[in-house]
């Protein structure tokens, strides 16, 4: 049964978003788009008219939380929001989710969410609408333009879908092949969020440094050259992108890196595995050996570069010989930060079937010892830090009164107590302390306007 506020013509609604950066900006866009059919934000999904899940299916849990997150949108009389499924997960399992939870109503993959509000209707007319299409004509084009932005940072995706194909990866599936977004596009959108107080933007897509474009003279440009125009927007401070694939690190974005001062000193540059062989069986088309090369260039680029790596363990086939060499690879690399995953048997991806699954209790123990090292760099990286003086963009309120939480140029969050300072300030501060995910600093003098 559907709650019967359908006549009233202030609706309400929730996005929840799960899962990476790409849809967080996702979900931003469709709650700008559903503001622009005018419903309203809700706090949360408790009482909204209409609950947008957008959804993860890169590993199994990201996945179940979907249906559990369903299963609570229950209200004790029985009723229902309208639910909507998007993102990864409606796009892999389709028309089986409104079967196995019938009280979702539309479902709607990431290509296609500039249709929504059409699938709302017609959900309200008792249908279940469900698209999965991955249509030539983008979703960008058809989206309202973005709203002023009430956060000095922001996402923009410039880049989506994969061509690579990794053997233990859905995105190929879910998100479709590589399209580039057209620069004229991106420059206006990027306009529009630093009209609207953004200072710093992350360039978003799941292969980013496969951007490529035309600029305004019509030359061929890639993301080093789409970050260099960038850079040339007066009130936005800082750029960031993620994420990257080793084998799309071309000369010119490794040269941004020592050139342009407004591009971060932050690479996220996922590996995997250290283990050539294990490479090859996840067909990441890059060895051990090119990807120390490309960390050597963009550190003589940038000596003072981060660097952050995704790690899977337990890949099918995997031996002991194997992860040691992907602690081997983490010892010579040393991460700045990282994130680290147990293989997750995917449906319809190519390792779901390979044999020589390795064993829950073996991942465990590889994942708890790597993460062991991993956290210990992260730690050794974050007391580097301690005496350093650096600038901070603010971004949220802390704990306590006055206390403000911004980010390094490194990405790390630091705390300062700074009265009179505001969010979106830039701050100079010396860093005091170091904790293993965040640290304090005290103030170097007046903020930034
Ligand atoms: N199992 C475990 N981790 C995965 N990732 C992607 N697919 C899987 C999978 N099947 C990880 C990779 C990727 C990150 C976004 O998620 O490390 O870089
Ligand atoms: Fe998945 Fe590999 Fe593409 Fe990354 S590069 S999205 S891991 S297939």
């Not at 993860?56 to 559990?68: F, L, P, Q, T």
Request: proline share 5%; with cysteine.
């Amino acid at each position: 049964m559907k709650s019967d506020s359908l006549p009233n013509p202030q609706k309400t609604f929730h996005v929840k978003s799960f899962g990476c950066q790409m849809n967080v900006y996702d979900g931003e866009r469709m709650a700008e788009m559903l503001g622009a059919e005018g419903y309203v934000a809700a706090a949360d999904g408790a009482d909204a008219d209409l609950v947008v899940l957008n959804t993860c299916h890169i590993r199994e849990k990201a996945a179940e939380k979907v249906y559990s997150d369903i299963g609570r949108l229950k209200r004790a009389d029985g009723s229902t929001p309208t639910i909507a499924v998007a993102g990864c997960v409606a796009q892999a399992e389709g028309a089986e989710i409104a079967r196995r939870a019938p009280s979702v109503d539309v479902v709607v993959g990431p290509q296609a969410y500039h249709r929504l509000p059409g699938l709302i209707a017609r959900a309200e007319r008792g249908e279940k609408a469900v698209d999965l299409d991955m249509p030539l004509e983008s979703k960008f084009g058809a989206l309202p333009k973005r709203s002023g932005n009430q956060r000095p940072t922001a996402f923009l995706t410039v880049q989506e879908g994969c061509d690579k194909f990794c053997t233990y990866c859905v995105v190929p599936y879910t998100r479709g092949a590589e399209i580039s977004r057209p620069f004229a596009d991106l420059i206006a959108e990027a306009r529009a969020l630093v009209a609207g107080g953004v200072r710093e933007i992350t360039l978003l897509g799941q292969n980013v440094n496969a951007w490529d474009g035309e600029d305004e003279q019509g030359r061929a440009i890639g993301l080093d050259g789409l970050i260099r125009e960038l850079a040339k927007e007066d009130g936005l401070e800082r750029i960031r992108y993620t994420t990257s694939h080793p084998n799309d690190m071309t000369d010119g974005l490794i040269a941004a890196h020592g050139e342009i001062e407004k591009l971060m000193p932050f690479l996220h540059l996922p590996v995997q595995a250290g283990s050539d062989r294990i490479l090859a069986a996840m067909n990441r088309s890059h060895s051990v050996d090119s990807y120390l090369r490309v960390i050597e260039r963009v550190r003589e680029a940038r000596p003072d570069i981060a660097i952050s790596g995704d790690f899977i363990v337990g890949f099918p086939g995997e031996t002991e010989e194997d992860f040691d060499k992907t602690m081997k690879l983490i010892e010579d690399v040393g991460f700045d930060t990282s994130f680290s995953f147990i293989y997750s048997r995917r449906p319809g991806t190519p390792a779901a079937s390979m044999e020589d699954q390795v064993e829950e209790a073996v991942m465990n123990d590889r994942l708890q010892r790597l993460q062991a090292l991993l956290n210990e760099q992260q730690q050794g990286f974050n007391e580097a830090t301690v005496g350093r003086a650096t600038r901070l963009l603010l971004e949220r309120k802390g704990k306590h009164d006055g206390q403000l939480i911004g980010k390094s140029p490194w990405l790390q969050s630091v705390h300062v107590t700074a009265p009179g300072l505001a969010i979106g300030d830039m701050v100079d501060v010396r860093v005091t302390s170091a904790g293993p995910n965040s640290l304090g600093a005290e103030l170097l003098m007046e903020a930034v306007a």
